[in-house]
């Protein structure tokens, strides 16, 4: 039999990838692993769900160093801050290296930071001048729940629901982009493209059933899955727009008695972390705090992701903020891992793996720096070999294996 096209695609992330090391001790790739990560709070909150179980080589994607459940850096860096939370992922927008995480391929509850894959799912394929009328199904949230406060009934233009989305974390605001997003299927259509599109980017633990990030049974991500996400919306000119938008306002409703009102961007790192590019912010009692921010500075882009996060002396922004300060201060080409370029690891027509597209120019999606990256050095290439050798041994035993490898849900 032929090996499949995901299994294949995972095997060459890992032979793109650092070798991974002993507790505590360099690798040839200069990751350092440093026990587990900082101890998080005891608090009150519902029991926590049981992940799905999770493959090896899903745990390996984006390089061998990030199978950890504790933390890892690059050798030489100083340690990252304690945060109390219980992943973490720091990593290059533009080049995708993974500068270090806590924990990176750990399911966690993602809270509103779900609803970056909404846009990045959604937002390319909506007319933002279209005007849509709200429905009675839009408005079912839970009570108490972030909310912008449309009107059933009112008429808004899809652009007006993308800022009370981004800025307000409006949960009837997700309702409504995800049915209009999911066609004649709906609210059901636009959850199904949410998770085939987190496929698609390589999110592989990622599963969405709400479209606003509200608990639903079986609802997990990951801060490395977050971190893909992430670099997928920070990649488009309009959801930067949005996302940095400081205020807008939202217009009246003259037929149903509503007045205009203005709403104010909840993240706070826009105002008060130099070279911010935006971010989402989230919590439930479940998910507690869980936290998506980007930042520039001296040229380069970075992105923050956090889940399970405890309010101690920092709030989840400031604990992102922290982590940002960190990471720009890691030499450019310091690294413990990549994150996958989208379609990398769907199958192609032959069962083989779509290649990574070209290198882009700095800003987009897919640049990856190849002689600062860790897997160029010679003493690399002599691990590599022998993960080659292994690994060739392996794709020939699967070879000759019944069929009896069974499909991912």
């Known amino acids: 039999m032929r090996v499949r ?59 061998p160093a990030l199978a950890t459940t504790g933390q890892v850096r690059p050798a030489g860096t100083p340690r990252p801050p304690a945060v109390p939370a219980t992943s973490w992922l720091v990593a290059d927008l533009d080049s995708g290296d993974v500068l270090g995480g806590c924990g990176p391929h750990e399911h966690g509850t993602p809270a509103s930071v779900q609803k970056l894959l909404l846009a990045a799912t959604v937002l390319p394929t909506l007319d933002p001048r279209q005007t849509v009328t709200l429905t009675h199904g839009d408005l079912d949230i839970e009570p108490g729940s972030s909310a912008v406060g449309f009107a059933e009934g009112g008429r808004y233009r899809i652009e007006t629901l993308w800022l009370g989305l981004l800025l307000k974390s409006g949960n009837e605001a997700a309702n409504a982009l995800a049915r209009l997003g999911g066609g004649p ?51 488009d000119a309009t959801f930067r727009r949005y996302d940095t938008t400081r205020e807008a306002m939202i217009p009246a409703q003259p037929a149903l008695g509503e007045k205009a009102f203005p709403i104010q961007n909840d993240n706070q790192l826009l105002y008060r972390y130099p070279g911010a590019l ?24 970075l992105v923050v992701t956090l889940l399970g996060a405890e309010v101690v002396d920092k709030r989840g922004w400031e ?25 990398e690891l769907t199958a192609g027509p032959s069962g083989t793996a779509v290649p990574p597209p070209p290198l882009a120019a700095a800003g987009g999606p897919g640049r990856l720096d190849l002689p600062g990256h860790p897997w160029s050095r010679p003493l690399v290439a002599v691990s590599l070999a022998a993960v080659v050798a292994g690994l060739a041994g392996l794709l020939l035993a699967l070879r000759h294996r019944p069929h009896d490898v069974r499909r991912r849900r």
Request: aromatic share 4%.
């Open 5 to 63: 096209g995901r299994t294949a695609a995972v095997i060459a992330v890992v032979l793109l990838s650092p070798v991974v090391a002993p507790a505590g001790v360099a690798d040839a790739a200069g990751a350092v692993t440093t026990g587990p990560c900082a101890p998080v709070p005891a608090v009150s909150r519902p029991p926590r769900p049981v992940p799905p179980h999770t493959e090896a080589a899903d745990r390996a994607v984006g390089g």
């Open 185 to 235: 299927d709906g609210l059901p259509g636009g959850l199904r493209a949410m998770n085939e599109h987190a496929r698609q980017l390589g999110a592989l633990q990622t599963h969405a059933v709400t479209p606003s990030g509200l608990d639903g049974p079986g609802q997990f991500t990951s801060a490395y899955d977050l971190a893909l996400i992430a670099r997928a919306c920070f990649a």
């Open 278 to 301: 935006g971010g989402k912010t989230g919590y439930t009692d479940l998910a507690r705090h869980t936290y998506v921010g980007a930042a520039e500075r001296g040229g380069r882009r």
């Open 319 to 343: 604990q992102g903020a922290a982590l940002l300060d960190w990471g720009f201060g890691v030499p450019r080409g310091a690294a413990v891992g990549r994150l996958v370029n989208p379609g």
